[in-house]
């Protein structure tokens, strides 16, 4: 998975005890003077050795003075959407700023009912989560009369408000896979645990929500990736704690992973992952962005995929971290803050394929871009965030290829006396294929069909100059999926006749016909839209 490019945050992860009430409250100071970013309480009310998770909250904002507060996370079933806007609005207005909310959908359904609470199935707990999302979202924008029907929560002509002091983000404390579906296209972050999704589960877990947030037409950086650590035995990281900082910035630069969370009881620890471990992850993965962003860049992808908090889509409740190549202004000279900043990446310079594709020079080109015009950076939003989702999809068929060749090259050992395990070896490599390959068929569908039926109608409607581009465009889309369709034949091919020269010519073909038209199409669309998107947005 990608580096996000967000900036790292580090907490910890406080118990406030009823039986020992001031520790919880202690132990937040030591946290915000020792220069954390985040403190959070679990939310378990039906516990009543256990205080009250807001109220808790409440006082360490009112004893802290820069650490952000949140639950970790709090309790959907048995705290009603309606009543968490408006109190972690009103603590956010209190505190300055320093409140985020995580969310769960609820487990532990035994404890839950004897409270009075619903139990609820799994499909039941995913669509509930959801329509909480939009009762909090829509109570944070004010105004008169919301209505918003819903299943489990809604809204029949509520008054909105109070609106947060900063843009709250929501963090889910997503497992399963559609709250992790859920989470990519609605959150603003997903925050599992160690106990519950181990880090050999992240990768999966990241799949998942990067594939919802594309096929909702969002960027997979605008939702950030936090985690509850277990450090011991068995648990993650492991080692004494100067060997933390390695295992962190690992998760960080191969996952994504931008925030972590750590239990604590005693003072020293927390001192000790402030002081030691949060300078030296950060040293590590700054070291490593820096080595990646000064190393020379393929044509065939912008960078953007490493994204970045603070410059697109929705909140994230964080500042921003470093802005990633195709998102940053152009520093050899001077820009206005209104100039149109983000950038097309540029086609290929060579095919890969022999066979002919489209005519490139047949390419309509929509109507010159007023000198004269203005880009608020908020305007630019819809198309970063289009070079963003272009991004992911070149990362994914990277990827894709780098799978094929792996599926080829184990096919290449006939004779060998272990041809019998390696016919076995490449089914099942074969099959992980499948797989990918029936993955990247459906993200890439998803975001044409996206484009298709709500992207090039809003941008046809608001400049019919722009016509004879969206024709191509969707005719170039029919054109991907035919290829990948080919893609997929071919590896069916190769599974059912065992890797045969013929078979392993037609996928390498076939898959390098779908590069050149993929990188080429991608290119051409940035070309044609960024600027039109810039004036006019998604309509969505």
């Given at each position: 998975m990608p580096d996000y490019g967000h900036d790292l945050l580090f907490g910890a992860v406080l118990v406030?005890?009823?039986?020992?009430?001031?520790?919880?409250?202690?132990?937040?100071?030591?946290?915000?003077?020792?220069?954390?970013?985040?403190?959070?309480?679990?939310?378990?009310?039906?516990?009543?050795?256990?205080?009250?998770a807001w109220m808790a909250l409440a006082v360490i904002a009112a004893s802290t003075t820069r650490v952000r507060v949140f639950p970790n996370v709090a309790n959907l079933p048995l705290r009603p959407p309606a009543v968490l806007a408006r109190t972690a609005a009103g603590l956010d207005l209190l505190s300055g700023g320093r409140v985020e909310l995580g969310l769960g959908a609820g487990s532990y359904w035994d404890a839950i009912a004897a409270d009075g609470g619903p139990?609820?199935?799994?499909?039941?707990?995913?669509?509930?989560?959801?329509?909480?999302?939009?009762?909090?979202?829509?109570?944070?924008?004010?105004?008169?009369?919301?209505?918003?029907?819903?299943?489990?929560?809604?809204?029949?002509?509520?008054?909105?408000?109070?609106?947060p002091a900063h843009p709250i983000g929501i963090w889910v404390g997503a497992v399963g896979p559609r709250m992790l579906e859920l989470t990519g296209a609605t959150a603003d972050g997903w925050l599992p645990s160690v106990p519950h999704v181990p880090p050999r589960r992240l990768a999966a877990g990241h799949r998942v929500v990067d594939e919802a947030a594309?096929?909702?037409?969002?960027?997979p950086f605008e939702v950030r990736r936090l985690y509850n650590l277990s450090p011991g035995p068995g648990g993650f990281p492991r080692g004494p704690l100067d060997a933390w900082p390695e295992q962190l910035a690992a998760l960080a630069l191969e996952h994504g992973t931008s925030g972590f969370l750590l239990p604590?009881?005693?003072?020293?620890?927390?001192?000790?992952?402030?002081?030691?471990?949060?300078?030296?992850?950060?040293?590590?993965?700054?070291?490593?962005?820096?080595?990646?962003?000064?190393?020379?860049?393929?044509?065939?992808?912008?960078?953007?995929?490493?994204?970045?908090?603070?410059?697109?889509?929705?909140?994230?409740?964080?500042?921003?971290?470093p802005v990633p190549a195709a998102f940053a202004q152009d520093r050899s000279r001077a820009t206005s803050p209104e100039e149109l900043t983000v950038r097309p990446t540029p086609p290929p310079k060579a095919r890969r394929s022999a066979e002919p594709l489209w005519d490139e020079s047949t390419r309509p080109a929509g109507p010159p871009a007023d000198p004269e015009r203005h880009y608020p950076r908020r305007e630019q939003e819809p198309a970063r965030n289009l070079v963003?989702?272009?991004?992911?999809?070149?990362?994914?068929?990277?990827?894709?290829?780098?799978?094929?060749?792996?599926?080829?090259?184990?096919?290449?050992?006939?004779?060998?006396?272990?041809?019998?395990?390696?016919?076995?070896?490449?089914?099942?490599?074969?099959?992980t294929l499948g797989a990918y390959c029936a993955s990247y068929c459906r993200i890439t569908t998803l975001h044409h069909t996206r484009e298709d039926e709500d992207l090039f109608p809003h941008l046809r409607r608001s400049d019919p100059r722009l016509g004879e581009v969206l024709d191509r465009l969707t005719e170039e889309h029919h054109v991907i999926?035919?290829?990948?369709?080919?893609?997929?034949?071919?590896?069916?091919?190769?599974?059912?006749?065992?890797?045969?020269?013929?078979?392993?010519?037609?996928?390498?073909?076939?898959?390098?016909?779908?590069?050149?038209?993929?990188?080429?199409?991608?290119?051409?669309?940035?070309?044609?839209?960024?600027?039109?998107?810039?004036?006019?947005?998604t309509g969505w």
């Open positions: 406030p005890s009823a039986a020992h009430a001031d520790d919880a409250v202690a132990l937040a100071r030591v946290a915000d003077r020792a220069g954390l970013d985040l403190v959070s309480v679990p939310d378990h009310p039906y516990r009543p050795e256990l205080l009250d139990r609820r199935s799994p499909g039941e707990a995913v669509r509930a989560t959801r329509e909480a999302i939009d009762v909090i979202r829509a109570l944070w924008r004010e105004g008169q009369g919301v209505h918003l029907p819903g299943e489990h929560y809604g809204l029949d002509g509520a008054a909105a408000g109070p609106a594309l096929a909702a037409g969002r960027a604590a009881h005693q003072p020293a620890l927390l001192q000790g992952f402030a002081a030691d471990v949060a300078p030296a992850t950060r040293e590590l993965v700054t070291a490593e962005r820096k080595r990646a962003a000064d190393a020379p860049r393929p044509a065939g992808g912008s960078g953007a995929a490493r994204g970045r908090d603070g410059v697109a889509g929705r909140r994230t409740g964080v500042a921003g971290a963003a989702a272009h991004d992911q999809l070149r990362a994914d068929l990277d990827r894709l290829r780098e799978v094929v060749r792996e599926v080829l090259a184990d096919a290449l050992a006939p004779g060998d006396a272990r041809a019998e395990i390696q016919r076995l070896s490449l089914r099942q490599n074969s099959w999926q035919v290829l990948i369709e080919r893609v997929d034949r071919e590896l069916v091919a190769f599974v059912r006749e065992e890797g045969g020269e013929r078979e392993r010519q037609a996928l390498r073909a076939a898959m390098d016909l779908l590069t050149d038209a993929l990188l080429s199409h991608l290119a051409y669309e940035e070309r044609e839209l960024i600027e039109p998107m810039a004036r006019f947005g």
